[in-house]
């Protein structure tokens, strides 16, 4: 049977539930704001913790909105009106770096917020169950179908709305949407079903685009099926050539500031640049002027091709691409380097890359955590290492959610 319980929401979580206690137990409540009062469906019981979520809110707290989107697992703080959203962001960052590393001097700055809280998304992974087509419910394989997606820029809401008026059903599994900020248009990939029906795809893809003027392009996986195969865009002046299942920041006015940022901390004034988890080169590329050489090391062997690409293209040529994991590969470069920047997955940083980071002793060390509890993982063997940290940064990329990205600087 569920167990219903009702408390008070007195914090907030990393990962975004509302914090409340039963006795002695600490319940995490999703859909929970701080301030209110709840009563709540228990769905997970341990011996201290108990996850719960929300049936009904007794109290609400002032910073509660009405959801835009419905369901809206993909937006799970859309009932958050947006400036508490970028305060508990900031609560989030501070507890955790507190918690974790609490003797560091630095304050902590305070949170940039988006300029644009809807339509900021330039790029969409969409799953297909027979004519259901958008995001998998939270801890499942369901597909919520999604008439419409506001979090995305308009070029994409314009071509999901043209390939729901097509019948897909049975032809594809997947498709992921890519759009241009800076020149505003947008190309699709599409996973087909098994065995794919060629002719049928075609058909789908020549309709689509002809539906959809903003759509300049559809692959099938990798291969090109109409139109480009890949996009251009911008960031602090460079162009970048993406493939459409290579990484870039998924909110560019938000990238852009953080291209200004790293900069700004490192003081760059020549020698070598050290750029690990580097996809694309989002921070290598632009910052190549003011290092004499640039190592850029990825994974991800599509993005090191388009970085490449991008560094022909832009005439950029003290930038070196390694395609390799970067744990294995940084410990095995040729030193020295004046400056490193981390930028890991969601997974955070593998220790043995901190360990050939420390063993290179760079000067300045820009550490970029998408997950604020592994920021005192992460960070601790720096610290242990003489590194201060000079700056904590959280900058807001991804409005209506939980996510917080935070950019830490470190000096030896």
């Known amino acids: ?140 394989k369901t597909v919520i179908d999604l008439t419409d997606d506001p979090l995305l820029l308009p070029v994409l809401r314009e071509a999901l709305a043209g390939l729901r008026q097509l019948s897909f059903a049975g032809l594809i599994n997947e498709v992921t949407l890519r759009a241009s900020a800076a020149y505003g248009y947008a190309a699709a990939r599409l996973s087909p079903t098994l065995p794919a029906d060629y002719p049928a795809l075609v058909r789908l893809a020549t309709s689509w685009m002809a539906s959809t003027p903003g759509l300049a392009g559809i692959t099938l996986n990798d291969e090109p099926l109409l139109g480009t195969t890949h996009i251009y865009d911008e960031l602090d002046d460079v162009v970048f050539r993406l493939s459409l299942n290579s990484f870039f920041q998924v909110n560019h006015a938000q990238a852009e500031r953080m291209v200004a940022i790293v900069q700004t901390a490192l003081a760059p004034h020549g020698g070598r640049l050290l750029d690990a988890y580097s996809g694309v080169g989002s921070f290598a590329l632009p910052l190549a002027r003011f290092y004499d050489e640039v190592i850029a090391v990825e994974a991800h062997e599509p993005a090191v091709h388009d970085g490449r690409q991008s560094a022909r293209d832009n005439q950029i040529q003290n930038v070196h691409f390694i395609a390799g994991v970067a744990e294995r590969t940084v410990a095995n470069l040729p030193g020295p380097f004046q400056a490193a920047i981390l930028d890991p997955p969601r997974r955070g ?64």
Request: charged residues 20%; hydrophobic residues 45%; neutral net charge.
């Open 1 to 140: 049977m569920t167990e219903t319980i009702e408390l008070e929401i007195e914090g907030i979580a990393q990962g975004g539930d509302g914090v409340g206690r039963l006795e002695e137990l600490v319940v995490f409540v999703s859909g929970a704001i701080p301030g209110e009062r709840v009563r709540a469906n228990v769905y997970e019981r341990h011996t201290r913790f108990l996850r719960a979520t929300v049936s009904e809110i007794l109290r609400a707290a002032p910073e509660r909105i009405a959801p835009r989107v419905s369901p809206g697992d993909h937006v799970p703080w859309q009932h958050i009106d947006y400036p508490a959203q970028v305060r508990l962001k900031g609560a989030i960052v501070a507890e955790q770096i507190r918690k974790f590393l609490p003797n560091i001097a630095v304050p902590i700055q305070p949170v940039i917020a988006a300029p644009q809280p809807w339509g900021y998304r330039n790029s969409a992974r969409l799953h297909v169950d027979g004519s259901a087509l958008g995001y998998h419910a939270t801890g499942t």
């Open 349 to 412: 940083c593998h220790p043995a890359l901190i360990s050939a980071i420390i063993a290179h002793a760079p000067a300045r060390i820009i550490y970029i955590s998408c997950h604020p509890g592994l920021i005192g993982r992460d960070l601790m063997p720096l610290l242990t290492a003489d590194y201060q940290i000079t700056l904590v940064q959280p900058i807001d990329l991804f409005p209506q959610t939980p996510h917080i990205e935070t950019i830490i600087a470190l000096q030896r």
